[in-house]
């Protein structure tokens, strides 16, 4: 029953979600405590608002799973005390070993605590573009960790991936069969999925958002996001859904606050664009349907500049 009720939760969550939430585990360097979503899968969610020091860069889903012969980590943290935090919590719930540690995604908050993942002799698992994007430019996203996380990031170092892969990498681990996905260009490059196939249930990384609003980056394609979803992730058919950013929940509520809003955005500069407008004015383009959001005042302005500048010449 206390499963069941967690979940209705996790649907309804959107009224939980809020940048003006404070710390909820302040005991710890994690911004709210782990909890089981379905039996032996974990998740430690992060602040639906940017990196901060209050936060120390916990904005992101940290999740884990226990399957009887070892833990697998999905995400390494945006530092090394993040990581050292997380590994306290899993040692509270199973004496089980951490045996892999998989990013997903090149960001910092993928990949930085990989430093303390490292120490720890765990192999760390990340697509092969993730791997050369973090190596291209980990320095510089360390750098960006150190500005705002100031004494909390020390003992962050750059420590890359040890394996990567392709398209598709399966691990059968207790008694888990876990498929380390890549269904295509998304948020980012090598954005990762960790599906679940006998659970119905899908890590999702960045390419599913709940309750905070996606970031197109410079190097997001919002069409092709929108493609991946619909010929690879909406093909899971997914029962349970722990997006990269965003409480627990289910197939419905990802699309909604991620791919709808996507098409919506771009159906919205496609018509400033018919109308001759620029991009001055795409800037100005209605998202109010999308203004409950975290992080809209920081994000939505930007994604629709560029999206303008993508559409502008197809």
Not at 86 to 100: A, S, W
Not at 104 to 119: D, K
Not at 182 to 198: E, M, S, Y
Not at 282 to 287: E, T
Request: hydrophobic share 40%; net charge negative; proline share 6%.
């Amino acid at each position: 029953m206390k499963r069941i009720v967690l979940l209705a939760v996790c649907v309804a969550a959107p009224a939980l979600a809020s940048e003006d939430i404070a710390d909820q585990y302040p005991d710890s360097p994690l911004y709210s405590k782990p909890v089981e979503f379905i039996p032996h899968v974990w998740s430690a969610i992060g602040a639906t608002a940017p990196p901060t020091y209050e936060n120390s860069g916990h904005n992101n889903n940290l999740s884990f799973i226990v399957t009887g012969d070892g833990v697998i980590v999905v995400n390494g943290g945006a530092a090394y005390i993040l990581a050292e935090a997380l590994h306290e919590e899993i040692r509270q719930i199973t004496d089980q070993p951490v045996k892999l540690v998989i990013d997903e995604n090149g960001q910092g908050h993928a990949m930085l605590g990989n430093a303390y993942w490292a120490e720890q002799g765990v192999p760390i698992l990340a697509h092969v573009d993730a791997a050369e994007e973090f190596e291209a430019h980990g320095e510089a996203i360390l750098a960006d960790m150190q500005r705002y996380n100031e004494d909390k990031a020390e003992g962050t170092f750059v420590a890359l991936p040890t394996e990567t892969f392709e398209d598709k990498h399966v691990i059968e681990m207790g008694d888990f069969t876990i498929e380390v996905l890549h269904l295509g260009p998304a948020h980012g490059p090598g954005d990762t999925q960790v599906w679940l196939p006998a659970q119905s249930l899908v890590i999702a990384g960045d390419m599913a958002f709940h309750e905070r609003m996606p970031p197109i980056f410079a190097d997001t394609n919002a069409r092709d996001w929108i493609e991946t979803w619909e010929t690879g992730f909406e093909a899971l058919n997914a029962t349970y859904v722990i997006p990269g950013h965003g409480h627990p929940t289910n197939m419905d509520q990802v699309r909604r606050y991620t791919r709808d809003y996507l098409v919506y955005l771009r159906e919205q500069i496609g018509a400033h664009i018919d109308d001759g407008g620029d991009l001055a004015g795409a800037y100005y383009v209605d998202q109010s349907p999308y203004a409950n959001l975290d992080t809209f005042e920081e994000l939505a302005t930007r994604n629709a500049g560029r999206v303008y500048e993508q559409m502008e010449w197809e």
